[in-house]
């Protein structure tokens, strides 16, 4: 056994040499046979002679010695592979494309694969990931809601369902100590929460129940990254202190090092979550974590929850009327990736579209050059070699192509995982994203699958003996009725395919340029913004964090150029800030029944005009709406219109977020509407006075009597003169408001890239399958010119035939984008996936497109002379 | 001088085993051993010899290095491992009980039976 392995292995490793040897070995043999002949006493001549028939043909005992040897199979193949590695050097070009579009194609799917599989499919990062929960409100299957500190106490107490059950608040703080002061994001943690995920520490030790009783000291977990910038290193963090809104903290434990990223949070601090004893059901704005116990199913935790949810309903009903709402479990997955889901499908199927139609166009490439080579295979085939060795070489090159591109498109796969971050920054779970060894096994797959999809035509075409046509014009063109009729489907295929990709592009340019066009209800172009929030340690109480609110504002209106200047707790175009339900007095929710809710803002009275938001009714706030005054709120046009319709919402009156024992808010003005949520989303909101919210973070404001770049140092020097510890960093309105639009026209991009590629590809195809057409019909066309047919009448019929082929095409994708629904979906924006504009447009590019790179060849063919063509034999 | 007879199937690797036991021998020389041996009963074609001597290197009976022939001039030499000494014994049994049988099959008379 070892023996025939090491002979197989020297035959197979040191061919050269072995083949060298057994040829010295045969004329030795001969050699030695003559010598000896001859010193017997025979002739020379007749020895040599006598010496070669003795040996029975030097040539069929060396080839069987070789079938002996057990190597013959790889020896062919190393002949199959040096033959196209020469072939492919002699026409560089030919590889080059062909490896090129392989391994973008490959390339793009492998890294799309990696990104599916690790975001979409495969188990969260943590133990037993399957059992994690996160827990909501839900009072239909559509309206979801956090959890407040009621909800998170009670499960806490009552439930029978979870191994470990915490809570997180995600949200931003000051952070200062070891460095600049700096706003970071941060969540705020109870015990169970990191049980629950079954983290562990990198050194030191996590949060524990004890850290959250009232008396103990304050304490975070950091991760690797900040205890390297700001605790000099994972040794000594543990034990130093941190100021986190002012509060003094001690880090207990660091992170394993890369991990940022807990249940879909990024935080760079974890201190712990307290909790005081409530005094109503809200606010919410917790999110609740837990594993559920062993073989325990998510409808039975359901069953478990529900329950606690009707027993805790009437003891805060004073509060909180929504009899519906029930603690509702989900698969932790579902609540991380949810949103993503749409996007990365939308995304996999635009390159997988792309592949096929590479995979379409470098099919075209090998038939192509099969049919060129058909002569030279042609002979090969009248030297001896069978058909089955002619068709394994065809589909050895095919292979070797799709080899080379799957080994360029795995380097190019790892180099676009890289770039994930530019084009999705808001993906969930990127950073577990990685080239693996499934990703390099599916590359591997596609690339095989690929190479036998590319090779099948032209294999087929030799098989079929369908290579060479026997007829002259064939002869010169090198090709047949055959494969021009493959050729005609595989560009065919090239433009169904291209369809989708164009429609996608054009439908999202589309909404894109809607959503610029759409009034954000503030004028961006002149105003800036700077987060405050006065630390708890210097502002102890309510008093203390109002008169900062007033001074800011005051600091900023003096500086010289500001115009207006006004806090809020919202920020357009995408920070609503909080979400408050509300009942109307003139309109009241059935007892029992969900009460309405809404984006609700707290601002102070320069807030309007420095975003230059239009008052349409009634008044703005005034100094005078302060914390002693009757509440009062401002409401925007639509939210007027969707709840007062035809009638003057001024005077109105309703009870703010489920209290009946505090005094009725009045609304005492409507203004122009803001797009908080987004510019796609519209517009309603609420305001109330600043003055009466016991909010400790709000946005400062500030309008600029000329461009406000110029006016950030100013500001955030009277600022700092104001408070030097406060975290300041200054943005622009105009580049939130471009920031907003990042995503679509992201989005955009990426798709008219593909639409580009997959439309110039077909171009390609259409292109070549024409002056082939004309190229095999050089004669006819001759033939007809001669008998005097126009140039225009053999354009035209140049045109049809190229046309037939496009318009099945076309046909082929109009029906496949029709059945493949509303793959857009929410992407979109006033426009929809069957816009008949759109879709007649796309249509019209690409039939533009593909005349155009008929008309070439078309031309070309009007202008054949015909005493040429017809002397061509 | 009668007509050299065709070689037996499977006889030729037999014969080199032998050829190789008397002592290390090129390819040539086992051809002329066995000719010799056999008395010019057996004629092998010679060339034939190659493909057995590569099944029987590959089956681990003969190793095979090359060194300076009686000439002087380099040669490959094959030689029995200890595989193919027990081979060639084995393969000896074998072939003394079949041709012993077949011999007494041959004798056989009527008056015997």
Redesign the interface.
């Known amino acids: 056994?070892?023996?025939?392995l090491r002979?197989?292995a020297r035959a197979l490793i040191f061919r050269r040499r072995w083949q060298r040897?057994?040829d010295?070995?045969?004329h030795?043999?001969l050699e030695?046979?003559v010598a000896?002949r001859i010193a017997a006493g025979a002739e020379p001549a007749a020895a040599r002679r006598e010496a070669l028939a003795?040996?029975?043909?030097?040539e069929?005992?060396?080839e069987?010695?070789l079938?002996?040897?057990?190597v013959r199979p790889l020896h062919d193949l190393a002949a199959d592979l040096r033959f196209t590695l020469r072939g492919l050097g002699r026409n560089p070009a030919f590889a080059l494309t062909a490896v090129l579009v392989l391994a973008l194609a490959i390339g793009a799917a492998t890294a799309v694969f990696s990104v599916v599989h690790t975001v979409l499919l495969s188990d969260l990062p943590y133990p037993h990931a399957d059992r994690l929960v996160q827990v909501y409100q839900q009072n239909s299957p559509t309206n979801q809601w956090t959890l407040s500190v009621v909800d998170i106490q009670a499960i806490a107490e009552q439930q029978r369902s979870f191994e470990a059950f915490g809570a997180v608040r995600p949200g931003v703080a000051g952070l200062a100590g070891g460095g600049e002061p700096e706003q970071v994001p941060v969540a705020w943690v109870t015990a169970g929460f990191l049980s629950a995920l079954g983290t562990t520490p990198a050194t030191g030790r996590l949060i524990e129940p004890g850290d959250e009783r009232p008396d103990a000291p304050p304490v975070v977990v950091v991760t690797a990254r900040l205890a390297a910038d700001r605790l000099g290193g994972l040794r000594s963090a543990v034990g130093r202190a941190l100021l986190l809104d002012g509060v003094s903290h001690t880090v207990v434990g660091v992170l394993p090092p890369g991990l940022d990223e807990l249940a879909g949070i990024r935080a760079a601090a974890w201190p712990v979550l307290r909790t005081a004893t409530p005094a109503r059901r809200g606010p919410f704005g917790l999110r609740g974590v837990g594993r559920l116990r062993p073989q325990l199913t998510l409808a039975a935790a359901g069953r478990d929850l529900a329950g606690i949810s009707r027993r805790i309903y009437p003891l805060w009903r004073a509060g909180f009327r929504d009899s519906l709402a029930r603690l509702t479990p989900y698969p932790l997955r579902e609540s991380i990736v949810g949103s993503a889901t749409q996007q990365l499908r939308l995304f996999a199927g635009a390159v997988l579209l792309v592949l096929l139609g590479a995979l379409a166009n470098v099919a075209t490439l090998l038939l192509v050059r099969a049919s060129a080579r058909g002569h030279e295979l042609a002979v090969r085939a009248t030297l001896g070699a069978s058909r089955l060795r002619v068709a394994r070489l065809v589909l050895t090159e095919g292979l070797v192509l799709t080899a080379l591109g799957t080994l360029a498109g795995i380097g190019l796969a790892a180099l676009a995982l890289r770039l994930v971050g530019l084009i999705a920054p808001d993906l969930p779970r990127a950073h577990e994203i990685v080239l693996d060894a499934r990703s390099v096994a599916v590359a591997v797959a596609l690339g095989a699958a690929s190479g036998l999809l590319v090779s099948l035509s032209p294999v087929m075409a030799v098989l079929g003996g369908r290579l060479v046509a026997l007829r002259p014009e064939g002869r010169r063109s090198g090709g047949t009725r055959w494969t021009g009729l493959v050729r005609g489907v595989l560009v065919a295929a090239e433009v169904a395919l291209a369809i989708p990709l164009l429609l996608a592009a054009a439908l999202l340019a589309n909404s894109l340029l809607r959503l610029q066009r759409v009034d954000p209800g503030y004028d961006a172009g002149s105003s800036l913004t700077v987060w405050l929030a006065p630390p708890p340690a210097r502002y102890p109480d309510t008093t203390a964090v109002r008169t900062f609110w007033r001074r800011a504002v005051a600091v900023a209106v003096e500086t010289p150029g500001v115009v207006a200047a006004g806090l809020a707790t919202s920020a357009p175009p995408d920070n609503q800030g909080e979400v408050n339900n509300f009942n109307l007095t003139a309109h009241p929710v059935p007892e029992g029944g969900a009460e309405p809710t809404s984006p609700w803002s707290a601002v102070s009275p320069g807030f309007f005009p420095a975003l230059g938001i239009p008052l349409h009714e009634g008044r703005l706030f005034t100094d005078a709406d302060s914390a002693g005054a009757p509440p009062v709120a401002v409401v925007s046009r639509s939210w007027a219109a969707r709840y007062f319709p035809g009638e003057s919402v001024i005077g109105q009156q309703m009870v703010e977020g489920g209290c009946y024992e505090c005094p009725r808010t009045t609304i005492v003005g409507m203004v122009g509407d803001v797009k908080y949520q987004g510019l796609g989303r519209d517009g309603e909101g609420v305001y109330t006075p600043l003055m009466q919210s016991e909010s400790r973070r709000a946005a400062l404001f500030v309008r600029t009597s000329a461009a406000p770049a110029g006016f950030t140092g100013p500001v955030l020097r009277h600022l700092r003169a104001l408070d030097p510890d406060l975290p300041l960093s200054a943005r622009l309105m105009k580049d939130e408001l471009r920031r907003a639009l990042a995503d679509p026209t992201r989005w955009t991009a990426v798709l008219s890239a593909f639409g580009a590629a997959a439309l110039a590809l077909s171009s390609l195809g259409i292109f070549g399958l024409v002056s082939y057409l004309v190229r095999r019909q050089r004669r006819e066309i001759g033939v007809r010119l001669a008998l005097g047919a126009e140039p225009r009448a053999i354009l035209r019929m140049v045109l049809a035939r190229g046309m037939r082929y496009v318009l099945a095409g076309t046909v082929v994708g109009l029906v496949l984008t029709a059945v493949s629904g509303r793959w857009l979906g929410s992407l979109l924006f006033e426009v929809g996936p069957n816009d008949p504009l759109t879709i007649g447009g796309v249509t019209a590019t690409l039939l533009l497109a593909a005349l155009a790179a008929c008309l070439v060849p078309g031309l070309q063919a009007g202008r054949i002379r015909p005493v040429e063509a017809m002397a061509e034999e | 001088m009668a007509t050299p007879a065709d070689l037996l199937p499977g006889t030729l690797e037999l014969l080199v085993l032998k050829a190789l036991s008397l002592e290390p021998m090129?390819?040539?020389g086992i051809?002329?051993r066995i000719d010799q041996l056999s008395r010019d009963v057996f004629r092998v074609?010679?060339?034939?010899l190659?493909?057995?001597?590569?099944?029987m290197?590959?089956?681990?009976w003969i190793r095979s290095d090359?060194r300076p022939?009686e000439h002087g001039?380099?040669?490959?030499y094959y030689a029995l491992t200890a595989r193919g000494r027990r081979q060639l014994e084995a393969e000896t049994a074998v072939w003394r009980r079949t041709a012993a049988a077949v011999d007494g099959i041959l004798r056989v008379r009527l008056a015997d039976l």
């Open positions: 056994m070892i023996a025939d002979a197989r040897e057994l010295e070995e045969l030795f043999h030695q046979d000896a003795a040996f029975g043909g030097i069929r005992w060396r069987a010695t079938d002996a040897s057990g | 090129h390819g040539w051809g002329q074609q010679q060339g034939s190659y493909p057995a001597l590569q099944r290197l590959r089956k681990g090359w022939s001039r380099r040669a490959r």
